[in-house]
């Protein structure tokens, strides 16, 4: 049984920083975890993604130099270190798995979702 559970969320001050956790379990094999967000009344976009093994890791454009994920893979967790952040990242934020080792921000490739967690980025 596959889980995967977000922590991490919050409100913060423009400016300020914040750490996404997320922890996935039930796989015996490679996988990839990937990052979305969802702002109100907007899709759910991709914000960066990385392949257990490290292999592969993606972000979106807009997020590069801003964002950073990494991973400890001894404990099944992917961090998204956010920032310098502005109140246009307030969304929540989702963590989401798929099996193998292609990372990639399409949400329809991926399986298994989290409840999400709220940023709030406001002074």
């Known amino acids: 049984q596959v889980q995967v559970v977000e922590s991490g969320g919050g409100l913060v001050q423009p400016g300020g920083s914040l750490r996404l956790s997320c922890v996935a379990s039930g796989f015996t094999n490679e996988y990839t975890i990937g990052w979305f967000r969802q702002a109100p009344g907007k899709e759910r976009d991709g914000v960066s993604c990385?392949?257990?093994?490290?292999?592969?890791?993606v972000y979106r454009e807009s997020v590069k130099g801003r964002f950073t994920i990494s991973r400890d893979s001894a404990k099944n967790t992917v961090y998204l270190q956010m920032n310098s952040l502005k109140p246009e990242h307030t969304a929540v934020y989702y963590c989401?798995?798929?099996?193998?080792?292609?990372?990639?921000?399409?949400?329809?490739?991926?399986?298994?979702w989290g409840q999400g967690t709220q940023v709030t980025v406001s002074s």
């Open positions: 990385t392949t257990m093994s490290g292999i592969n890791i």
């Open positions: 989401a798995t798929r099996r193998g080792e292609t990372c990639d921000l399409v949400r329809a490739n991926y399986d298994y």
